[in-house]
């Protein structure tokens, strides 16, 4: 499955456009990684436990996004774009949306 942000994809010709297609996926951020983050926040620094909550997030919803392509007879998807949210009354669960149009590529 070829990915691009563009609308394009360089050496290859859009033959056909299927739709759109979407993948999202809703994660929670436990306690301790809300402990470590505030830490890091006082102090300085990367937070890398919400980094890798952000990592995680955004390749479950590109793999459901892929599937999605795939079900309609894409074989590559253009114009991704990302959005994250917090949710819930601590902020502390994560929406992340991804979004493209699937296209069949030659």
């Known amino acids: 499955m070829h990915l691009s942000t563009t609308d394009s994809i360089a050496g ?4 056909e ?3 759109v297609v979407f993948g999202d996926v809703v994660l ?3 306690f301790v990684k ?3 983050a505030r830490i890091t926040d006082s102090v300085g620094g990367r937070s890398r436990g919400y980094e890798k909550v952000f990592r995680d997030g955004r390749a479950e919803a590109t793999k459901i996004m892929i599937k ?12 991704i774009d990302f959005k994250f ?9 994560l929406q992340v949306s991804v979004s493209g149009t699937a296209v069949v590529i030659t």
């Open 12 to 15: 290859k010709q859009i033959v």
């Open 17 to 19: 456009s299927k739709g």
């Open 28 to 30: 929670g951020a436990n």
């Open 34 to 36: 809300d402990f470590f």
């Open 68 to 79: 999605s392509a795939q079900k309609i007879g894409a074989n590559a998807i253009v114009g």
């Open 85 to 93: 949210q917090t949710l819930g009354q601590s902020n502390t669960i």
